[in-house]
């Protein structure tokens, strides 16, 4: 079993649409990485955070260490947003990360 | 700052040809790593570095050696490339131990584009 479970795989959403991502993960851990990955292959950090909300422009992730669930969302979606969404959590013990299969999101025009 | 850097970008190899892709970094970053990113599958560490001197096998190293002479440089070596080995191939650098700061994060080179016929 994968320890860290995307949902959904695969997002068709129309421009303008709210977007919502979800990471579940079954180990515990310090702190959640989200990565972009563009059609070309190269992967860019989002955020790294350990509790609450954090946003950045239209972005905005959410983490309840707790409940083992982490969300990204994103307002008003473009087009630009087309990529693969990776979720990666640091796991508390041994400082690694470890990472979702992640989720492909399309905005259509 | 270069950021991550990685060569080559693409790369075709025979079974049984060796080779090294490469990876610096200038951020200073103690914390270097190797990744393989497979259809379907998740990105899987293959060996990391916490500083210069000190290497250690992650989820996926047969195959693979890796050395960390210099902070700055952490080569990736195949010994005798097997088709398996196809995949795309990311080298990342961060903080020993990443905090909550906007440079705190993991910083992912261009990836290289490896197949063995």
């Known amino acids: 079993k994968n320890e860290v479970e995307q949902s959904p795989q695969n997002l068709t959403a129309q421009e303008g649409e709210f977007i919502t991502i979800n990471c579940s993960y079954s180990v515990g851990i310090s702190a959640l990485h989200w990565l972009q990955q563009h059609p070309g292959g190269g992967i860019v950090s989002l955020f790294m955070?350990?509790?609450g909300k954090k946003k950045h422009g239209r972005l905005i992730a959410t983490i309840n260490i707790q409940e083992k669930h982490s969300s990204l969302h994103i307002t008003a979606s473009h087009p630009r947003d087309s990529a693969v969404y990776i979720c990666?959590?640091?796991?508390?013990?041994?400082?690694?990360?470890?990472f979702g299969t992640g989720t492909s999101l399309t905005v259509i025009p | 700052n270069a950021g991550v850097t990685q060569t080559p970008k693409f790369q075709v190899l025979k079974t049984g040809q060796s080779m090294t892709l490469q990876c610096a970094q200038d951020?200073?970053?103690?914390?270097m790593s190797w990744y393989r990113q497979d259809p379907g599958m998740g990105l899987r560490l293959i060996h990391y570095s916490v500083g210069a001197g000190i290497t250690d096998q992650g989820e996926v190293p047969n195959g693979y050696n890796v050395s960390r002479s210099t902070t700055e440089d952490f080569p990736l070596r195949l010994l005798s490339a097997a088709p398996s080995q196809t995949s795309v191939y990311f080298c990342?650098?961060?903080?020993?131990?990443?905090?909550?700061?906007?440079?705190?994060?993991?910083?992912f080179g261009p990836g290289t584009r490896l197949t063995v016929l």
């Open positions: 990342a650098s961060r903080h020993k131990t990443p905090g909550m700061g906007p440079t705190d994060t993991q910083y």
């Open positions: 955070l350990s509790s």
């Open positions: 990666a959590p640091l796991k508390g013990v041994g400082n690694q990360f470890y």
């Open positions: 951020m200073n970053h103690e914390y």
